[in-house]
């Protein structure tokens, strides 16, 4: 039986961590470290995601301020909401939860955010820097999955890793991360997507699957090179009449099929998830402390 990769375990030593440098930051005469989020309308996933971001900042010490707007807001007003914020230097974080109406660019709005503030990683520069191997804020989903090979010791160098997905949030950065030269890189690395070919096949290559598509329980048995280390990245709400919220969470690998065979696995919940919020709390203590872009 495969080992089960404990993310909220992770998750919640990585939190004492930070609440312990923030408590010193503090001691040490500094503010705490301050993450601004804009949320624009009223989509209920986007409410609950930035209401456990705001919640974990209070856990942890860190300032949060959430800007909220109405759908009907105009690009340009928006734009001039990220450049306030870039301009507050007692900001130090800024994420805009996504989606946006249709209305408004996302990527102008990403690219219009400081990439000194931009603790989501999403801004060209940061996702540039990243690639090149620079110091850069890093996505946070990618972040948590290396920081649990990581925890777990699970060796990466000359391993074949096979990424479900391209999305520019998960499946692209992780596939540039996995082959960097760094402890949890150095792999060879596929990145696969919709249109590929022969999927199955090439996920039997795989020492490390990554799945990151979002289509629930869609990696199976029949995926899996016995013995490999599998990443299930993949959330999805299914009606669940049987539970009080009215809805499971699914991951996109059948678990009970797939964990027999394989080394290591994450279950959902309580594997990747618990680790994204995580990320984004580390990068805004990043940018708190200037490590990644020097203060002025
Ligand atoms: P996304 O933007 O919808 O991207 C899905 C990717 O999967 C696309 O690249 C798509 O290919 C590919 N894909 C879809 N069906 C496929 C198939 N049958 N075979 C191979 N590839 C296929 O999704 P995302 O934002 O990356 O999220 C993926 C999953 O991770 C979702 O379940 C999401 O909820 C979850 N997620 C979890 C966390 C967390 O904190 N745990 C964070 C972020 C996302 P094309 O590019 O060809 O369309």
Known sequence: MSQIIDGKMVAESMKSAIAQEVNELIASGKRPPHLVAILVGENGASETYVANKVKSCGELGFASTLLRFDPTITEAELLKAVQDVNDNP??????????????????????????????????PINI??????????????????????????????????????????VGLPMSILMQRNHPQGNCTVTLTHSRTANLEEMCQQADILIAALGKPEFIKAAHIKPGAVVIDVGLTRIVDTSKKSGFALKGDVDFEEVAPLCSNITPVPKGVGPMTIVSLMKNTLLAAKGVIYPKN
């Open 128 to 169: 540039g820097r990243m690639a090149k191997g620079l110091p850069a804020y890093i996505s946070a989903t990618p972040q948590g999955v290396l920081d649990l090979l990581a925890y777990y010791n699970i060796e990466t160098a000359g391993k074949h890793c096979v990424v479900v997905g391209r999305s520019q949030i």
């Open 90 to 123: 007692e900001m130090d974080g800024l994420i805009v939860q996504l989606p946006l109406p249709n209305h408004i660019n996302p990527d102008r709005v990403m690219e219009t955010i400081h990439p000194s503030k931009d603790v989501d990683g999403f801004h």
